[in-house]
């Protein structure tokens, strides 16, 4: 039997992108209707607003440690987590988490390398650009990041953070992040990094100006991968 996926969710969109990401593309492994099983669990979302508003990031961590704790008595294996901010919050989690993580970012970076992509722009909210959640994994891979201007991060976080978080897309969104990524592209980048799981509703290969890297379904590709293959 494949393991047991835990995802600790944190907002709604994202979550659901990475749960329908494992079910139905665990057909592909295991035959028609097929998928591990997973459990999801999440506190609300006004609750890590209210602690990342005022960088708490140790208290974001209790919260993902709780979770951790209901999917491991839910039966998980390991645990991910569909939601690239509050990786920084990883650091208080990992050693005393009731099951192993994989890490988004990790994911992304080694995705990256695979591709032989060597420059990567990083969109997210401004809480995860202005962050070394990125740069360090990346780093760790001898890829290169760059960050959206001061400007950009305000404009690109506000989107998230008032609409794609809501469900709402707006054709303006796509507009402002083409633009943001063809500046990057003329910067010398080769890729760009969707570091928030909303960003996907907007921006994929068909429409944006750089290869994208989806945070959101790399990291569910990669659960499904371990579940199957570490059974």
Not at 30 to 42: A, C, K, M, W, Y
Not at 111 to 120: P, Q, V
Request: with cysteine; net charge negative; aromatic share 6%.
């Amino acid at each position: 039997m494949p393991q047991h996926i835990g995802i600790v969710g944190c907002s709604a969109e994202g979550a659901a992108l990475c749960y329908r990401t494992v079910c139905l593309e665990g057909a592909e492994w295991l035959g028609p209707h097929g998928h591990p099983e997973v459990t999801l669990h999440s506190f609300s979302f006004a609750t890590y607003v209210e602690r990342i508003e005022r960088a708490d990031w140790q208290g974001v961590g209790e919260l993902m440690i709780a979770s951790g704790h209901k999917l491991a008595q839910a039966g998980a294996d390991f645990l991910i987590c569909p939601d690239n901010t509050i990786h920084q919050a990883l650091r208080y989690v990992e050693l005393r988490s009731p099951r192993p993580w994989l890490h988004i970012a990790g994911v992304v970076a080694q995705e990256a390398s695979n591709r032989g992509f060597r420059r990567l722009g990083v969109m997210g909210t401004r809480w995860l650009v202005d962050s070394e959640v990125y740069p360090a994994k990346l780093a760790e891979r001898g890829l290169e990041c760059v960050r959206p201007r001061d400007e950009e991060r305000d404009e690109i976080h506000r989107i998230i953070m008032e609409e794609l978080v809501e469900g709402t897309v707006k054709p303006e969104q796509i507009a402002y992040h083409q633009k943001v990524m063809t500046r990057m592209k003329k910067a010398g980048c080769d890729a760009a990094v969707l570091g928030c799981t909303e960003i996907p509703l907007i921006m994929t290969d068909a429409n944006s100006p750089l290869p994208v890297l989806d945070s959101t379904r790399l990291l569910a590709r990669a659960a499904l991968r371990r579940a199957i293959e570490e059974n």
